[in-house]
């Protein structure tokens, strides 16, 4: 009796890591922010998923992928949730589930600073009144730096995952 639950629970146990790979997954939501009356808004999600256990880790364009989120992750050392938005302003919102750990990132300075007139910062959104982008961002703390860094590399490399899959 003990020997067969002993390989009972070996067989859920190999399970369990076999299939916690799928549950793996980056997904981006945009949201609009405070709808404007009158005029129609929209949400964008996108999501990479790698679904199904792989014998060989590494082998497949999706490992990879995922290897290079982890290698952000660590690069710029996220290791919690981080949130910079603007009150009304639409932004972005990426999940990270991978390992068994999530971490989320939410940022309005892709969306807000598309007119390049304006910088999001630890306080907000700022004019950037003639002052070099740059400029402004040094003066920021470190964390928040490496944050908005981390940001911004994981969107586009997701986006180019997306962009590779969904091209003609």
């Known amino acids: 009796m003990r020997r067969t639950s002993r390989i009972l629970l070996s067989l859920t146990l190999l399970s369990i890591a076999v299939f916690a790979r ?34 060989k880790a590494g082998d497949q364009d999706i490992d990879r992928f995922f290897a290079m989120v982890q290698a952000i992750l ?3 050392r996220i290791v919690h949730d981080w949130q910079i938005v603007v009150p009304d302003a639409p932004s972005i919102e990426i999940t990270i ?7 989320r990132l939410v ?6 600073e598309r007119s390049g007139n304006t910088v999001v910062t630890e ?12 400029a402004v961002l040094s003066q920021q ?16 490399l997701t ?7 969904l091209s003609p």
Do not use: C, Q
Not at 97 to 103: A, C, D, F, P
Not at 126 to 132: F, G, I, Q, V
Not at 159 to 165: D, I, K, N, Q, S
């Open 123 to 134: 306080r907000g959104a700022e004019a950037l009144n003639k002052r070099p982008r740059d």
């Open 22 to 55: 799928a549950e793996d997954e980056v997904s981006i939501r945009f949201l609009p922010g405070y709808p404007v009356p009158g005029k129609n808004s929209e949400r964008v999600d996108v999501r990479v998923e790698r679904m199904g256990p792989t014998t």
């Open 141 to 156: 703390s470190e964390e928040f730096r490496r944050h908005r860094r981390a940001f911004d590399r994981l969107l586009e």
């Open 159 to 165: 986006l180019e995952r997306t962009r590779a899959r």
């Open 74 to 76: 660590s690069e710029y």
């Open 107 to 112: 940022s309005a300075h892709v969306p807000v």
């Open 97 to 103: 589930n991978l390992n068994g750990r999530r971490t």
